[in-house]
């Protein structure tokens, strides 16, 4: 049986709290335009996604800070910083032309190997790296953040299962995975992305089933291919890696310890020193 998660990154109480209620504002920030009313000013304007992009990094700011509070280690933080590097690296390879997204089955199998809190920082923290690198700074990135964070959370959260099996659900995950993180980045854009009367138009005060409808039809006719891409990429990379990158993130896991509690004993080392002889000369 494997599938084993060696907790490279504790979750605290607070820290699970803190992730969930991003979450949730996350949720919000991606699905507002189904519960917009007819006369709200965030129909017909775009302050909603600015207000968002300026509200999910300070709260991606706070799940960060609580998750490394006590729960991330300098050999963590060390583990953090090589996959993020390569995560960054990797990006530009694809530059998701026609889809290829070459940074996700990292995320995907870093978290599968450290557990949930390491892969939703490792998802933050990577396509942040990887905006520094490519120059793809904008009110787009927080969005592109916490996709890539809730990415790499899920891998963490699959169930255990036998070896032969562990590959092809990671490449299963890594698919739903790339499709609905392209589904979510479409949200954030779409309400301003196509003009008022079309058939792909967002209607503010509509039925949630109608602009449903209304987005599918946007999202095939726009971003299904680049998204069906990055699933696909996403399989054969899993597919092709996975075992030799699974093994060898579990063996310098193994070899950091990330489980080990860590003791300092005062005695260890320390021989009371012998008392010293004093001699009478006659």
Request: aromatic share 10%; charged share 10%; net charge positive.
């Amino acid at each position: 049986m494997n599938g084993s998660r060696l907790g490279a990154v504790a979750l605290r109480p607070r820290s699970t709290i803190a992730l969930l209620l991003v979450s949730v504002v996350g949720v919000l920030a991606f699905l507002w335009p189904l519960f917009a009313s007819a006369d709200s000013r965030l129909g017909h304007s775009t302050d909603a996604p600015l207000l968002f992009a300026l509200l999910l990094p300070l709260l991606l700011a706070v799940v960060l800070f609580e998750i490394s509070e006590g729960g991330l280690d300098v050999k963590a933080v060390a583990m953090l910083g090589v996959l993020s590097a390569v995560g960054a690296a990797l990006r530009p390879l694809g530059a998701g032309t026609a889809g290829l997204e070459t940074v996700f089955f990292l995320l995907v199998l870093g978290g599968r190997v450290f557990g949930p809190g390491f892969g939703f920082v490792l998802g933050s923290t990577t396509l942040f790296a990887s905006a520094l690198v490519t120059g793809g700074v904008g009110p787009w990135l927080p969005y592109q953040m916490l996709g890539a964070a809730w990415v790499g959370l899920g891998a963490g959260l699959l169930p255990r299962v036998p070896d032969r099996w562990e590959v092809p659900l990671l490449a299963v995950y890594g698919a739903l995975a790339g499709l609905l993180y392209g589904v979510a980045l479409n949200f954030s854009f779409w309400p301003f992305s196509t003009g008022l009367g079309s058939h792909l138009s967002f209607v503010p005060g509509a039925a949630p089933w109608d602009n449903l409808r209304r987005f599918a039809v946007f999202s095939l006719a726009t971003s299904a291919w680049w998204d069906v891409g990055r699933a696909v990429t996403n399989v054969v990379l899993i597919a092709v890696t996975g075992r030799a990158v699974l093994a060898t993130l579990r063996r310098a896991s193994r070899r950091a310890a990330f489980d080990a509690e860590v003791r300092f004993d005062a005695e260890v080392g320390l021989e009371p020193e012998p008392a010293p002889r004093h001699t009478l000369s006659a």
